[in-house]
């Protein structure tokens, strides 16, 4: 009689183990846990990357940021308002001047440019003699505005005798350029203040310009 050997027996394989089904739950619960571990961490990651982008302009540029936001109070604390007060003031000037040009015009008079600058200071006088405390208050403008640039400038030259590190240092650059070159434009230097309004805007900056032509709340 021929024995019948198992076949567990015959091919020397343990016998198989149970598997118990909480165990395939705690692998779910963990790889389930995992992959939330890794979205969370992976969300933070734009957070980390701006921190850590600032940080750099900070540690960086931030001479040039301090000095930024000082001639930042000097600029919208006492120049942009009272250059907007002047603004103003000119409009209505350039208002009389034209009609004194319209009215010697109707008459059969034509003027060069030389005879425009003279009927406009002869406009300015005649207001000013309209209005006797206007001297002290162009006396008063004056000196408020030789203060005013004279701060303006100190601190210009202290930021441009540093060297940028970043796109934001540079635009503290730009923003102090426009307030160092605002008389250009009176100069008739129109492309190189347009080009600094540029820069400014590029970089994520005002112009002085922009600020004062900005109309008032």
């Not at 571990?37 to 990651?45: E, I, K, Q």
């Not at 009927?119 to 030789?146: C, T």
Request: with cysteine; net charge negative.
């Amino acid at each position: 009689m021929t024995e019948t050997i198992p076949i567990k027996k015959q091919i020397g394989l343990p016998p198989p183990e149970r598997v118990h089904s909480h165990s395939l739950g705690d692998h779910h619960m963990s790889t389930s846990l995992n992959r939330r571990a890794l979205v969370a961490g992976a969300a933070t990651l734009p957070t980390l990357a701006t921190s850590a982008v600032a940080g750099g302009i900070l540690q960086h540029d931030a001479e040039l940021i301090a000095l930024g936001a000082e001639l930042d109070r000097v600029l919208v604390g006492r120049y942009i308002p009272q250059a907007k007060k002047d603004h103003e003031g000119s409009l209505s000037l350039n208002a009389a001047v034209d009609q004194e040009y319209l009215e010697l015009e109707a008459a059969g008079v034509r003027l060069d440019d030389t005879q425009r600058l003279w009927v406009r200071i002869a406009v300015v006088d005649r207001l000013r003699a309209a209005a006797p405390q206007s001297s002290a208050k162009s006396k008063a403008n004056e000196d408020f505005w030789d203060e005013v640039h004279s701060d303006t400038m100190e601190i210009c030259d202290e930021i441009f005798a540093i060297e940028p590190k970043t796109l934001v240092g540079l635009g503290v650059h730009a923003r102090a350029a426009s307030a160092a070159c605002a008389h250009l434009r009176h100069a008739g230097e129109d492309n190189a203040v347009d080009f600094i309004g540029r820069v400014c805007r590029m970089l994520g900056t005002t112009a002085l310009e922009d600020d004062i032509e900005e109309p008032t709340a």
